[in-house]
């Protein structure tokens, strides 16, 4: 009876140990329709990763893209916009970065609904400081929610009225020498065809059947 009592807590260590990491998802899209500004430039053009961490929370962030040698990057009003399914809810902890010799930010976020020029109203957007200069290739920050949860990283977002999600004003730019130059093309760009990357709960699911049917077989065992 001891064993069985051992390998019974040791199997449900596991399973909570399972539980723990599924916690966290994943769902990663793409930013691949451009506006008039930027639209005969080759996309995608940034790359958004949200992180469900708890029920409440979620790291957001918005990563350049370079295509056919363009680089784009995010700044000016509406740097990065978000749809969020939540009736009030607060973002924290915002960075950027610029590894072309920019300075990123500051940054300023603004609740309740903005338009993105062709893409609609956002009912959140951080705006980065004036200019090229201050554009970023990757900007970071975290969601709570505080009117309610969100089931999955899929369910942190909700498209608008026109049917987007996410958008960001795109600065077109080459690097040269190690830092990026602007080419003076500007635009917003916003969600097209997305991919689901949310890692597989069923495997977690699948662990806690063979947890449970080991212990059973160890009891079986233990008892013959």
Do not use: E
Not at 23 to 39: E, H, K
Request: hydrophobic share 40%; glycine share 14%.
């Amino acid at each position: 009876m001891n064993k069985l009592k051992y390998l019974a807590t040791a199997m449900l260590a596991i399973a909570g140990f399972a539980f723990q990491q599924a916690r966290a998802d994943t769902y990663t899209f793409n930013l691949s329709i451009g506006n008039p500004g930027i639209s005969g430039l080759q996309g995608p053009y940034a790359q958004v990763s949200i992180t469900l961490t708890s029920s409440t929370t979620a790291t957001v962030t918005f990563t350049s893209l370079t295509n056919s040698g363009n680089t784009y990057l995010m700044g000016d009003g509406g740097s990065v916009a978000l749809n969020v399914n939540a009736t009030s809810f607060t973002a924290s902890s915002i960075s950027g970065t610029n590894s072309g010799g920019g300075t990123p930010g500051p940054y300023t976020p603004h609740y309740g609904p903005q338009r993105v020029d062709g893409f609609g109203r956002f009912n959140f957007t951080i705006t980065s400081f004036d200019g090229f200069a201050h554009s970023s290739d990757s900007i970071t920050f975290t969601l709570t929610n505080t009117s309610g949860t969100w089931a999955s990283a899929l369910n942190v977002l909700i498209a608008n009225n026109q049917g987007a999600f996410a958008a960001s004003h795109i600065f077109v730019a080459k690097r040269f020498k190690g830092k990026y130059v602007n080419l003076g093309n500007t635009g917003f760009a916003a969600n097209g065809g997305c991919s689901n990357n949310v890692p597989d709960a069923g495997g977690t699911v699948v662990l806690l059947g063979a947890v449970l049917g080991a212990l059973g077989m160890a009891r079986r065992y233990l008892k013959t």
